[in-house]
């Protein structure tokens, strides 16, 4: 592990708005809006990505602070 994955790592955590704009096509745009439920499971799962994404690059700091590679 390096500062260079941490990096990568903070940068895919910015992907929630590429995520959120297409459920915002699909909502606003698409031919076919979702139902209800479809909405809902298309949140949960941003959300929940979200939650996996911030948990994997603070691990990935937390490693690096303790071997000394970030001070």
């Known amino acids: 592990m390096d500062r260079f994955e941490l990096e990568e790592q903070l940068t895919e955590c910015a992907s929630v708005q590429e995520e959120l704009e297409t459920i915002l096509y699909k909502v606003g745009d698409s031919p076919k809006p979702p139902t ?32 000394g590679k970030i001070l």
């Open 36 to 67: 209800e439920d479809e909405l809902q499971n298309m949140l949960i799962g941003v959300i929940e990505l979200c939650k996996v994404r911030h948990e994997r690059a603070f691990n990935t700091f937390e490693t690096l602070v303790k071997d």
